[in-house]
């Protein structure tokens, strides 16, 4: 459940009798959301409105008091809004959260003294006072609406993701599990880049990890309810053995997470694990992905953390895949491909086998424990990140696309995407220097993903979109 801070703007000259209906109104839709709101009481304000200077320390206060709790904060104004006692409320509260400014709708019908709300001035002064203090706030799609509107339903779905976003990425503990394969220059990274930006990584080597594993004994419990989990997840067939690695593969990982308080892990998938333990790790990482502990492949830290944002976004499961191949001669179809680690929910008819390319090199009994199938049609979203050793910056593209249902044959996890003006998509990639890897989600979330990365997290993002 979302907490958010909700603020009910008041001017003296206009109706107060408003902030009663407003108020409650916004509450009403906001919990109806599943948002736990912390607002003044009636018996902290009038109508537990914001108006004045008191009013203004007494909300910021209350704020302060659920501070670890609220991810942002709620402005509404039933009528024209005191814009110094809102901005001194932020101030004072100094949470550091995403702001979304509402103002009510007048009604032709109601522009009477005793009923006309100025509400549609009020926001516009609200915002430059806002910008004044240094602020930082988001805006309704419509300038006024009501939130019983199914467009406020929408904007608040977009709020909700961006602070999420912005709250997950506030001290943000991330794992790296071996070093990445020589040949794959292009996922290197900074850890100096992502630290100045809140983002640790943890790092553990392959050695260490087969250290742990051989000190767990089959019958280890834990060991045992892995495995079951496991099987009931995966539903493997045969490869006993191997299975039963997984388990132990899981029960170490599972424990350095715990101990280390990761929000997700980037592995050394390839040769070093299958020379030295014999499967690939692959189902272990879609295990960990369908858990909401996203995995990514080739220690790809940055694929990580593009994998967790867009997690956040949708509260729904990432993948990271390829940009692989042309589909044909359509210049906005591409061909998405990995070994592949995607957790079941991306994929029609998973199953667990082994690695086509890699068995002809460590050998076949090395490599069970690739996840193959087809991504399954609808909407998804694509998200890069980078860290920029030349500018000092992280930076990156997100964009929205479709899964289509287009036939194809070959082997992995696969899937054919169509992205608006892909060509020069591309060129983008290309001519940055991005990864060859992309994040994905099967959401539609490119916006408040954007909004959350480059207005309140400073990040150099560039939006792909029609």
């Known amino acids: 459940m979302e907490t958010i801070g909700l603020i009910v703007g008041n001017r003296s000259c206009f109706p107060e009798i408003l902030c009663k209906a407003g108020r409650e109104r916004m509450i009403k839709v906001l919990e109806k959301a599943g948002v736990e709101v912390i607002a003044l009481s009636e018996e902290d304000t009038r109508y537990g409105k914001v108006e004045t200077w008191q009013d203004a320390k007494k909300c910021a206060a209350l704020f302060k008091k659920h501070a670890e709790k609220i991810s942002g904060i709620i402005v509404t104004l039933p009528n024209f809004g005191d814009e110094q006692a809102i901005a001194d409320t932020l101030r004072l509260s100094n949470l ?18 005793p009923r006309r709300r100025d509400s549609f001035c009020g926001k516009i002064s609200a915002c430059g006072n806002l910008r004044q203090y240094g602020i930082k706030y988001s805006l309704t799609s419509n300038h006024t609406v009501f939130p019983e509107e199914e467009s406020f339903k929408k904007d608040l779905a977009r709020f909700l993701a961006i602070c999420r976003i912005t709250k997950g990425l506030k001290c943000l503990k991330l794992g790296a599990i071996g070093t990445r394969p020589d040949p794959f220059k292009t996922v290197r990274y900074s850890e100096k880049i992502l630290e100045r930006h809140g983002i640790s990584v943890d790092v553990m080597d392959l050695s260490e990890l087969f250290a742990k594993i051989n000190r767990i004994e089959d019958s280890n419990s834990k060991v045992k309810e892995n495995l079951d989990e496991f099987i ?6 045969g490869e006993a053995e191997a299975v039963l690695k997984m388990a132990k593969l ?3 990982i599972q424990k350095w997470i715990e101990e280390k308080e990761l929000k997700g892990f980037a592995f050394q998938c390839w040769t070093s694990i299958q020379e030295n333990f014999g499967i690939f790790p692959c189902g272990v990482m879609s295990y960990f992905s369908h858990k909401m502990i996203p995995a990514a492949c080739e220690v790809d830290v940055t694929g990580l953390l593009s994998m967790y944002i867009l997690q956040l976004a949708s509260q729904k499961p990432s993948a990271i895949v390829d940009w692989n191949n042309n589909y044909g001669e359509d210049p906005n179809k591409t061909v998405l491909f990995h070994c592949s680690n995607f957790p079941v929910e991306v994929l029609e008819k998973p199953t667990m086998t082994h690695h086509v390319i890699l068995e002809q090199t460590v050998g076949k009994e090395k490599t069970f424990g690739a996840v193959e199938g087809k991504i399954k049609p609808g909407p998804v979203t694509f998200l890069r990140l980078s860290t920029d050793d030349c500018l000092g910056e992280i930076d990156g593209y997100v964009c929205t696309g479709k899964i289509t249902k287009d036939p194809l044959k070959t082997f992995g996890g696969v899937g054919v995407a169509e992205i608006y003006d892909l060509q020069d998509l591309l060129k983008l990639i290309c001519e940055n220097g991005f990864e060859h890897h992309v ?5 539609d979330t490119a916006e408040p993903i954007y909004e959350a990365l480059v207005k309140y997290k400073n990040w150099d993002i560039y939006l792909h979109q029609e």
């Open 96 to 113: 550091d959260v995403p702001v979304l400014i509402h103002a009510y709708p007048d009604e032709i019908d109601k522009m009477d003294p």
């Open 250 to 252: 899981i029960t170490a």
């Open 439 to 443: 994040a994905i989600n099967l959401s």
């Open 232 to 237: 009931s997840y995966m539903k493997p067939k």
